[in-house]
């Protein structure tokens, strides 16, 4: 079992641009939560899918959206890229409401 | 909203020092989770509890509902176990809310 998965590892944009991130949730996992951990920060809550649906949001803008696949697999996406979109996203699996495994996380520079 | 502090932030021991790491959270809550991050951001799941006490290996977690205060103990510390310490909690809302963060604690021990 791999485990959660995510691509790309590191990733560099300019501001205004948009960016794709992607999560594989570990086998037998139906939910998906996306994480932004900023540095030195705790991470904060972003939004959560399950059954391809957008089941909570945090607070962020709606510059930030998703999508869940039939297969469980998600995506996060940003529009508009900003300075302070710089971060490490963190992509986290469960079955349902159980413990969430995370996911290496992708490091998204914004210039 | 949930306010998760934690305590201290930094803590550094020497090799064999018995560890702990508090946690305090302001609403009632349906589960907590002790998170491990290591350098470059992969984050582990320690412990899931929602009462009383859970042991594995040498780490033990504890959660008291009723004052809203959890603990991690480390017991016999090893330098490998030099990581960033994540108390995480779920809303009464289960975990369609998302895991909100403290801000960690970061062990370092010593040989």
């Known amino acids: 079992d791999a485990g959660v998965t995510q691509s790309p590892t590191h990733l560099i944009k300019t501001r205004g641009q948009q960016v794709t991130l992607r999560c594989s949730p570990k086998?037998?996992?139906?939910?998906v939560s996306w994480y932004q951990q900023a540095l030195g920060q705790g991470p904060q809550f972003i939004f959560q899918?399950?059954?391809?649906?957008?089941?909570q949001r945090g607070n962020f803008p709606d510059r930030f959206s998703g999508h869940q696949f039939p297969n469980y697999s998600s995506e996060l996406n940003v529009n508009a890229l900003l300075l302070g979109d710089s971060a490490l996203y963190l992509c986290?699996?469960?079955?349902?409401?159980?413990?969430?495994?995370f996911g290496p996380g992708t490091r998204l520079t914004v210039l | 909203k949930n306010e998760v502090e934690q305590s201290p932030q930094n803590l550094t021991a020497q090799e064999g020092e018995f560890i702990t790491i508090n946690c305090s959270y302001s609403?009632?809550?349906?589960?907590l989770h002790w998170l491990q991050q290591h350098p470059g951001g992969g984050i582990v799941s320690l412990f899931m509890?929602?009462?009383g006490k859970k042991k594995h290996g040498r780490l033990i977690a504890t959660i008291n509902i009723q004052e809203k205060h959890s603990s991690l103990h480390i017991t016999a510390s090893h330098p490998r176990d030099s990581a960033v310490y994540i108390c995480?909690?779920?809303?009464?809302?289960?975990?369609?809310?998302?895991?909100?963060f403290g801000k960690g604690t970061h062990l370092i021990i010593q040989p």
């Open positions: 899918y399950y059954e391809e649906e957008e089941r």
């Open positions: 609403v009632g809550i349906s589960a």
């Open positions: 995480a909690v779920w809303g009464s809302g289960g975990g369609a809310d998302g895991l909100t």
């Open positions: 509890l929602s009462s």
């Open positions: 086998s037998g996992h139906d939910t």
């Open positions: 986290a699996s469960s079955w349902q409401d159980n413990e969430q495994f």
